[in-house]
């Protein structure tokens, strides 16, 4: 076990301790659900990674329509008869 000092504001330490958050358990927990948590700059970066645009999607109704077809003939495809 590790022990570590952290210094809080006065007012701000009494509100954590009569809330519990300081209790080892919960610290853990919190740790734990930020550790998993993706940053900021990563949601970022997702995003700007999903409004770049795709050169080979094609969106045109006619794309789309084609689209729908080949998904019903896989799906007619796939039941049994």
Excluded at 21 to 31: G, Q, T, V
């Amino acid at each position: 076990m590790t022990t570590i000092q952290i210094t809080f504001p006065d007012q701000l330490a009494k509100e954590a301790e009569e809330a519990g958050l300081l209790a080892p358990e919960s610290m853990e927990r919190m740790l734990r659900q930020n550790l998993g948590a993706p940053s900021l700059a990563q949601i970022f970066e997702a995003m700007d990674r999903v409004s770049e645009p795709d050169d080979e999607i094609n969106f045109s109704p006619e794309a789309i329509a084609e689209e729908i077809r080949a998904m019903r003939a896989e799906k007619r495809a796939q039941t049994p008869a």
